[in-house]
Antibody
Framework: EVQLAESGGGLVKPGGSLRLSCAASGLTFSSYSMNWVRQAPGKGLEWVSS????????HYADSVKGRFTISRDNAKNSLYLQMDSLRAEDTAVYYCATKGRFGTFDAFDMWGQGTMVTVSS | QSVLTQTPSVSGAPGQRVTISCTGS?????????VQWYQQLPGTAPKLLIY???NRPSGVPDRFSGSKSGTSASLAITGLQAEDEADYYC???????????FGTGTKVTVL
């Protein structure tokens, strides 16, 4: 059974930093592009960042560019999101999601349960 | 602010058919990028419902179907059931933003 488990969320002050992790099991992690998607309380989904299977291609939403850094360790089946200079508007549930189960379709096919990040003084 | 616009809410009685629309532009859906649909039950993570405009992953009931035309896409739910009460999101890629975009979301209520 495929499992994606996010961790690292919590309460942080504006301007602070946090590192999220996503541990994958039950799949060939190194074969999938990985992504972070967030959802602010009571709001819709927002794509945050993507990293290709071999880390060659990395993309960010404009809202986090220059502040967030995505990375992965295929040997550890893990995905990371380093979040710096956090703002109140970064408060959200952060989900990790795979892309690649259905070939080249841009579908986020498997999702973790999410981890909550709250930015508040 | 999302670049894909959805009707905020739709409702229907059990057994009825409802449709959810997703309106984009020439830089996303209209540019030929595929549309995906996700179902988010209350308090849970999103689940992929439709990929590549019309394809259902294994395990998704055939009551759910997707279509795309021009700068818009639609999700239809036939034979509406109580367990279909959820939020639904469309998603595509936007060349102007160089990133993935989600719709504003539609809440489906089963009367």
């Amino acid at each position: 059974e495929v499992q994606l488990a996010e961790s690292g969320g919590g309460l942080v002050k504006p301007g602070g930093s946090l590192r999220l992790s996503c541990a994958a099991s039950g799949l060939t992690f190194s074969s999938y592009s990985m992504n972070w998607v967030r959802q602010a309380p009571g709001k819709g989904l927002e794509w945050v960042s993507s990293i290709s299977s071999g880390s060659s291609f990395i993309h960010y939403a404009d809202s986090v560019k220059g502040r967030f850094t995505i990375s992965r360790d295929n040997a550890k089946n893990s995905l990371y999101l380093q979040m710096d200079s956090l703002r109140a508007e970064d408060t959200a549930v952060y989900y990790c999601a795979t892309k690649g189960r259905f070939g080249t379709f841009d579908a986020f096919d498997m999702w973790g349960q999410g981890t909550m990040v709250t930015v508040s003084s | 602010q999302s670049v894909l616009t959805q009707t905020p809410s739709v409702s229907g009685a059990p057994g009825q058919r409802v449709t959810i629309s997703c309106t984009g532009s020439s830089s996303n859906i209209g540019a030929g990028y595929d549309v995906q649909w996700y179902q988010q039950l209350p308090g849970t993570a999103p689940k992929l419902l439709i990929y590549g405009n019309i394809n259902r992953p294994s395990g998704v009931p055939d009551r759910f179907s997707g279509s795309k035309s021009g700068t818009s896409a639609s999700l239809a739910i036939t034979g509406l059931q109580a367990e279909d009460e959820a939020d639904y999101y469309c998603q595509s890629y936007d060349s102007s933003l160089s990133g993935y975009v989600f719709g504003t979301g539609t809440k489906v209520t089963v009367l």
